[in-house]
């Protein structure tokens, strides 16, 4: 079968990958979307490494082609959306519903493919660039066959992550205020979950000028563009505090870093306002570091730092709750598919997102 292989520092597709046979508890999916993440290019740049040869991809959807011994949630036919959470469902993190924490949930790397003679590494628990995938049941999260695939691919990642953030981190009220820096597939989401629970102010903002209209199109009420600098200003002036204090309560309540850069988090924790919130969503190299952020902005007044992995979420909830938001015509998922393409354009897709063409692009398996 085909697939998408990382080695040697470049991607190529090989139809030479085969796969190992399904084991009890497990599932084999045939692949027909998957979307293409940042993470993906993370993986191609080498900002997170991974040991290879690696079959490449982690937001997918497609249909049940095989179950193991003794799986009881999904059946063959079943159309799914995938989860990287190969959680293990009996640890206390799992049980207390965090099973983002939970230690199986992560890192657990396997060989479940070879290409030619040599064991292959899967990504992020499942590898969904390739034309068939297998994997634990809990990843396999059943939706309606009349849910389009190509949109249904992108909630295994760029919209668990974006919406449950803010769902399940940010605890937004009416009155509260947000910025959004990094208007790609995560920031559409964070975007489109701000505006479901109702923030007053939503504020975007990108490099790309171009990505203005799609950030309104998501709930975004302002976008800043942030190629000279001077983004923190700009959101300053759009959310006001009273004038002529000794410490200005100017900003927003939360911001979110949807871009994975030292500069975007310390801009995050300088655009928020006392008592603010700066949510770092974003993953940049491994050595990256906190290094420009005055230490008394947090203290004077109460600002936070907190990280998020894969929206806090958990999947068996949340994979359901969006799917009932998009089927109300409450939450996007079709306008996130900017373009679909077949699984040998990957390079395309990659090139499309670096020029900032992309909500999402969508690799198809016909
Ligand atoms: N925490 C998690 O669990 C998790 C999950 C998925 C992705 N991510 C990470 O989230 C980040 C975003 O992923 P994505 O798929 O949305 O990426 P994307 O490439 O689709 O979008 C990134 C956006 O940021 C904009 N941008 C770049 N530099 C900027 C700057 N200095 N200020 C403002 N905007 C800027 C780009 O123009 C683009 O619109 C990546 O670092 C990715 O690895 C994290
Ligand atoms: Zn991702
Ligand atoms: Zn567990």
Redesign the pocket.
């Known amino acids: 079968m085909r697939g998408i292989v990382f080695e040697d520092g470049k991607a190529e597709l090989s139809n030479e990958v085969t796969l190992r046979e399904i084991g009890p508890g497990e599932v084999r999916v045939k692949m027909v979307a998957a979307g293409v993440?940042?993470?993906d290019?993370?993986v191609l740049n080498g900002t997170i490494p991974y040991p290879t040869p690696l079959v490449m991809g982690h937001e997918g959807a497609g249909e049940v082609i095989e179950v193991g011994d003794g799986v009881t949630n999904v059946t063959a036919g079943d159309h799914v959306v995938m989860t990287t959470l190969a959680s293990c469902g009996m640890c206390n993190h799992c049980n207390r519903g965090m099973p983002t924490h939970c230690p199986t949930s992560i890192g657990n790397m396997t060989t479940p493919f070879t290409v030619g003679d040599k064991p292959a590494y899967n990504f992020a628990a499942l590898s969904v660039f390739a034309d068939e995938v297998i994997i634990k049941s809990i990843q396999a999260i059943k939706i309606d066959k009349e849910i389009p695939l190509t949109s249904a691919s992108l909630i295994g990642?760029?919209v668990i992550?974006g919406v449950g953030t803010v769902f399940n981190q940010s605890n937004i009220e009416a009155r509260h205020t947000a910025a959004v820096?990094?208007?790609?597939?995560?920031?559409l989401n964070v975007l489109q979950a701000l505006r479901i629970r109702g923030a007053r102010r939503i504020i975007a903002?990108?490099?790309?000028a171009s990505?203005e209209s799609l950030a309104m199109e998501f709930g975004a009420t302002d976008f800043v563009n942030?190629a000279d600098g001077g983004a923190v200003e700009a959101i300053k002036e759009i959310v006001k505090g009273p004038e002529g204090l000794w410490f200005s309560q100017d900003g927003v309540d939360f911001a979110y870093d949807?871009?994975?850069?030292p500069?975007?988090v310390a801009d995050c924790v300088d655009a928020t306002t006392w008592g603010g919130t700066t949510v770092v969503?974003?993953?940049p190299g491994g050595d990256a570091m906190l290094g420009d952020i005055p230490i008394n902005k947090l203290n004077l007044v109460d600002r936070k730092i907190t990280g998020?992995?894969?929206g806090s979420t958990k999947p068996q909830q949340d994979i359901p709750l969006i799917v009932d938001l998009y089927k109300q015509g409450r939450l996007k998922l079709d306008e996130l598919v900017t373009a679909t393409y077949p699984l040998e354009e990957f390079h395309t897709v990659v090139s499309d997102?670096h020029e900032?063409k992309l909500a999402r692009g969508v690799l198809t398996f016909d």
């Open positions: 993440c940042h993470s290019v993370s990642c760029g992550t820096f990094g208007v790609g597939g995560i920031g903002v990108d490099t790309l990505k942030a949807c871009v994975g850069h500069k975007v969503i974003g993953v998020c992995r894969y997102m900032g």
